[in-house]
Structure formats: C-alpha cells, structure tokens
C-alpha cells in the first residue's frame, strides 16, 4: 500500500510538471495581452524563465518519487530519504504559493487546479514517507538500488 501511494504521490508531481509546462504559454499571453508592450517585454523573459524551469525540475521529483517508492517500502534508506525529501519539499508548495501570490490569482481555473494538485501531492507523500514502519525487513539498509 506504501509502494502506490508514494507511486501516486510521484504521479501527482509529473501531473503537476505537465499542466505547469501547458499553461505557460497561456499566461505568457496574458501578459502580453494585459501590459504595456514595454513592460511586457520586460517581465515575459523571467517570467518564462521561471515557469519552464519549475515545470522541468517537477519532472525529475515525480519520477525519483516513482523510482524510489517500492525501495523506500523495503526500507532502503537511500529511497527513505528521497521519498521524505521529496514530501517535505512539496508540503512547502502550497503555502509558498498562498504567501507569495496571496488570494489574488485562485480565480483561474489553473491556478487552483495546480495548487489542488500541489497540496494533494503533498498530503500523499507526507502520509506515506513518514508513516511509521513496523516490520524489519531484512537487508533494508542497501543502497544498491535493487
């Protein structure tokens, strides 16, 4: 049960990845739309920057996630501390989000969707990479990976 709970929890972060990646080009035309053409040239550059990159830095997260899921449910402490790793850092996501953007922008549609999506991921992986372990499973401390 571990295992596909922390499958979904990477799952939820690929998901993230993608629809972060879809819509970038649906708000770089709204800042284009809505600012001056000055000012949009001006703030579509790191705007951009800043959308591709975290959609692309999801991608590894999801798929460490998935890869790590059924090691981190044998005990191997490599994918122990990947799994956490990876809760601890989306559990931070969607009260980043709240601070930095305030209420103002949770009247798209996408924007709620990745914050729903970004809380749930982080619900997952918290329950499943913290819950606590109570069998001893023998040979859990390799790090060979297999």
Do not use: K
Not at 31 to 50: C, F, I, K, T
Not at 94 to 103: A, C, E, R
Request: a positive charge; glycine letters at 8%.
């Amino acid at each position: 049960m571990r295992t596909l709970v922390l499958r979904a929890g990477g799952a939820l972060l690929l998901l993230l990845a993608g629809l972060h990646l879809a819509v970038t080009p649906l708000i770089a035309a709204l800042v284009q739309e809505s600012a001056m053409p000055a000012s949009a040239g001006w703030l579509l550059p790191p705007m951009l920057l800043n959308h591709v990159t975290v959609g692309v830095l999801l991608v590894p997260l999801g798929i460490l996630t998935l890869y790590a899921a059924p090691h981190a449910t044998a005990g191997a402490r490599w994918a122990i501390i990947t799994t956490r790793l990876s809760a601890c850092t989306v559990a931070t996501l969607p009260g980043l989000v709240l601070f930095f953007t305030g209420s103002r922008y949770f009247g798209a549609p996408f924007f709620r969707l990745a914050v729903a999506i970004a809380g749930l991921a982080a619900v997952v992986l918290l329950f499943a990479a913290f819950w606590p372990r109570t069998e001893a499973l023998p040979n859990a401390d390799t790090d060979s990976g297999s």
